[in-house]
């Protein structure tokens, strides 16, 4: 599954899983969905595998976060390019 993803998560397409790669499961059906970076698997466990309250998450952080001047002493920001890039996938989903 890494391999087919190339080496890279599917969400976040960090080549950097964290402290290991998770092989993702649906926690009602028990089904394998993918392997994902450690943030990512957190992220899906804490938003209880919602779709809504990601996509809520994302449009509040669309709202109030991304600035395309980025602020001096904010450690990982993400640069304005991939935030340009994030916007891109979010209009194509």
Known sequence: MIEKNHWLCPICRTDNPGRW???DHCHRTGKVRDVICDKCNKMLGLANDDPCRLL????????HGLDRNPVEG???RPKPDEEW???AQLEEA
């Open 56 to 63: 809520s998450a994302a449009t509040y952080l669309i709202k």
């Open 85 to 87: 890039e994030f916007e």
């Open 21 to 23: 790669w998770a092989i």
């Open 74 to 76: 904010i450690p990982n």
